[in-house]
């Protein structure tokens, strides 16, 4: 019944209709033309065939031409060993022992938005392509939550850019600022295709070297987080993340429930202990009032604030919001002039059923921070001890990307996923809109598949892609740019890089699960074995591999 119900949900939500923009001719068309599809139904299970003998259209075309503390790891076991990654029997132990998905309601009452799939845009008609940088990594880790509990994701959750970021890619990090690279490879989608990986780098600071950090943590208390997999496991999260502080940083708490308490005024992390016992005394009751907490934290954020520092506030909840202002628009003009003051905002989800993935992701965005997820202990490890303490120190604000491809050699485009960051193309350099942040370390990765019109060759330009951001520290507006050729473009794929083809295989595995009708030519298990042959590149490849698996089974 289960599998019915959800199978049900998958088909309504392809059957709709994405909307046109009431902008047609000043916004990318990219997004204009965004597009539902329906379920698509793939061929064998031999990964891609795109082997030596089918290269696919640029082979030919390239023929043509030649060429912690004690205390915190107790804290950490508390929760359980829980779901691991690559753990797909479902298994009632753990985090999800009282958060199992046992009835259809539990499917219904989760809040995500439908953005469409980007369609191919014509390059004569619109040849630039402007999207804002974005690092989110919320909705791989949901669908992983999901298909670890023997259930499909819902496809409005499947946002394919945080599936591709979700993992690490070798890029060279710059001496300051950003940096921008690019390869190629064929399609697997269109064997006359091929596709193109940019990759966004940010400069890396030691952690020695940054400024000192006043964060401000705000956790629901709700009854609705009542669940091992939510308040426990951000008590866990937060006592790791405190261990992993200079004691020149600080760490202040509320909590928010029926209405918002400060239980930590701003303290030392020095004072380890003190913050500990204070996330472990956490308990839940009563209704949600996100306002209050968003209103208190940010109060506090202000009264600690550090004029040459890192100023954060680190929101962990569900995303429900059932008293005072509930919806995202409104909760983000609560915080919109202290973003613009430097005090930027992290949103963390956990638990699964009532949970609103849009507010979450709404406030990230627009309070000039990242939206992440946590499913288990050790998605928890990797945020808390690394992601978060890593890339506190923010390098590009308002970062965008536009591309302007060549119409002599790229006759369609069509850009993989960042369906809701789309930007006007004549706003690339305007520097009052809103874009993308970037930390200390962090990367980005944006796929686009092309088609080549006939007889391009190596020397033949692809397009310019140009890079703009706010420095922070020096206020200062920066950009570079780079040129693309035909020669980037590996001809076959086992050619190819391999960290362009693990980011091509979750992709196609993104695209896939949302039902995008370009994935009709590949099925899940070509796609599984793919990530299979990619799997000594670590635990969380193998991770990977066994989670397309499970999908197929329950596809």
């Given at each position: 019944m289960l599998v019915r119900t959800m199978a049900l949900l998958l088909a309504l939500s392809m059957a709709a209709v994405a909307c046109s923009n009431s902008e047609q001719g000043r916004t990318d068309r990219e997004s204009d033309l965004a597009e539902l599809s329906s379920a698509p139904r793939g061929g064998g299970s031999q990964g891609f065939d795109l082997d030596e003998s089918e290269a696919g259209g640029v082979d030919e075309a390239v023929d043509e031409a030649g060429g912690v503390d004690e205390a915190v790891d107790e804290a950490m076991s508390a929760t359980g060993e829980g779901?691991?990654?690559?753990?797909?029997?479902?298994d009632a132990e753990g985090f999800f022992a009282d958060d199992q998905i046992a009835d259809p309601d539990r499917l219904e009452n989760n809040t995500f938005e439908n953005y469409g799939v980007r369609a191919f845009v014509e390059t004569v008609v619109d040849p630039l392509s402007t999207f804002a940088l974005d690092v989110d990594t919320a909705s791989y880790?949901?669908?992983?939550?999901?298909?670890?509990q023997g259930v499909l994701p819902p496809a409005d959750s499947v946002r394919i850019e945080e599936y591709v970021n979700s993992f690490d890619y070798d890029y060279r990090a710059p001496h300051e600022g950003l940096n921008v690279v690019a390869d190629g490879g064929p399609s697997p989608f269109d064997a006359d295709n091929v596709i193109v990986r940019l990759g966004v780098q940010g400069e890396v600071v030691a952690d020695r070297d940054r400024p000192s950090a006043a964060l401000t943590f705000v956790i629901d208390t709700s009854g609705s987080m009542d669940r091992q997999d939510r308040l426990e496991l951000v008590k866990a999260s937060l006592a790791r993340l405190v261990s992993e502080l200079d004691r020149n940083d600080s760490v202040a708490i509320v909590t928010y429930s029926d209405q918002a308490d400060v239980l930590l005024p701003p303290t030392s992390a020095e004072d380890r202990g003190e913050i500990i016992r204070v996330i472990e005394s956490l308990r839940t009751d009563g209704s949600t009032n996100l306002e209050a907490g968003l209103r208190t934290g940010y109060d506090l954020a202000n009264e600690s604030f550090l004029r040459n520092g890192i100023n954060r506030v680190i929101l962990a909840s569900d995303g429900v919001a059932n008293v005072g202002l509930t919806d995202p628009d409104g909760l983000v003009r609560l915080i919109r002039g202290d973003t613009d003051r430097g005090i930027q905002l992290v949103t963390v989800g956990v638990g699964m059923g009532n949970f609103d993935d849009v507010v979450m992701e709404t406030l990230a965005d627009d309070g000039d921070g990242f939206y992440a997820y946590v499913d288990t202990r050790d998605e928890a490890e990797r945020l808390f001890s690394?992601?978060?303490?890593?890339?506190?120190?923010?390098v590009a604000i308002d970062g965008k990307i536009q591309v302007e491809f060549d119409a002599e050699a790229v006759e369609a485009y069509r850009l993989l996923g960042f369906e809701n960051r789309a930007v006007l193309d004549d706003d690339f350099r305007n520097d009052v809109v809103d874009a993308g942040e970037l930390g200390s370390g962090h990367q980005m990765t944006a796929l686009y598949e092309l088609r080549l019109r006939p007889g391009v060759r190596d020397r033949d330009r692809l397009g310019t892609a140009h890079l703009r951001w706010e420095d922070p520290q020096e206020r200062s507006v920066r950009e570079t740019r780079l040129e693309m050729t035909v020669s980037m473009i590996s001809p076959r794929?086992?050619?190819?890089?391999?960290?362009?083809?693990?980011?091509?295989?979750?992709?196609?595995?993104?695209?896939?699960?949302?039902?995008?009708r370009y994935a009709a030519e590949i099925d899940l298990d070509q796609v599984a074995a793919e990530a299979e042959a990619l799997a000594g590149r670590g635990e969380d490849v193998r991770a990977l591999a066994e989670l397309i698996r499970q999908a197929a089974r329950l596809r």
């Open positions: 779901v691991e990654s690559g753990d797909s029997t479902g880790a949901v669908g992983r939550q999901w298909l670890n690394q992601d978060l303490v890593g890339t506190l120190l923010t794929w086992s050619d190819t890089d391999e960290d362009f083809r693990l980011a091509v295989t979750v992709a196609a595995f993104a695209e896939l699960l949302r039902g995008s």
